[in-house]
């Protein structure tokens, strides 16, 4: 690995963090330069670091102009979580007897400790957590997807998280518990009907939060 692509990935990271927790607001316009002067890396890693950024969906590179912050639309929300119903009930119904108990049970004291953590660590802790329930099945191709989806999804909840309250938080900790109550008692029935409530939920929020923003 060269010094140069080790840099490019600090930038990343930095950028990426910046992004997903909505310090870059989204639809944000930066020119190279100012994230040079920013980051005090040369051009060369920052333009690598957006080239990757610019693949996994979160920037969009303009021409002689810079980059643009990708912008949170109703359409992203609702193909993100689609995607995301799609796939997380089905994995967790049929591996549901292959789940670390002794995990499952650490989650729930994690999700108990959620009102002590910011709004970037809560999040951090629900992708932990989402990406736990589908790694069981240890598919590069669907980690890949993943690796691409669950950094918008993080996005998207730090975004919503300006019109959070302590009830949305009471919520999410209880459904996070009866996703995990359902996949130590391998009820597959009930595994999908917590999984579904909980991403059609976390929809629905996310909506209601991105039109309260435009309204402001």
């Not at 912008?71 to 993100?80: N, W, Y």
């Not at 996070?176 to 976390?202: C, E, F, G, T, W």
């Amino acid at each position: 690995m060269t010094n140069k692509s080790t840099q490019a990935e600090k930038v990343y990271d930095y950028m990426l963090k910046k992004i997903v927790n909505c310090e870059y607001f989204p639809a944000q316009e930066m020119t190279a330069k100012e994230i040079v002067d920013e980051t005090g890396f040369g051009l060369t890693p920052v333009r690598e670091a957006l080239l990757l950024l610019q693949q996994n969906g979160v920037v969009e590179i303009l021409p002689r102009k810079g980059v643009r912050i990708a912008p949170l639309t109703e359409a992203d929300i609702k193909e993100i979580y689609k995607m995301r119903a799609l796939i997380e009930p089905q994995i967790c119904m049929e591996y549901a007897q292959f789940y670390s108990r002794s995990k499952l049970f650490d989650y729930i004291d994690k999700f108990d400790a959620d009102y002590d953590r910011s709004d970037y660590e809560r999040f951090q802790l629900d992708v932990e957590f989402h990406r736990f329930l589908i790694d069981i099945v240890d598919n590069k191709y669907l980690n890949s997807l993943y690796n691409t989806l669950m950094p918008a999804h993080v996005r998207i909840g730090v975004y919503e998280a300006v019109h959070s309250s302590t009830k949305h938080i009471d919520d999410n900790i209880k459904q996070h518990k009866d996703i995990i109550d359902a996949i130590l008692k391998d009820d597959k029935a009930q595994i999908r009907v917590s999984l579904m409530y909980h991403l059609n939920y976390a929809l629905a929020y996310s909506i209601n939060a991105l039109g309260n923003k435009k309204s402001e």
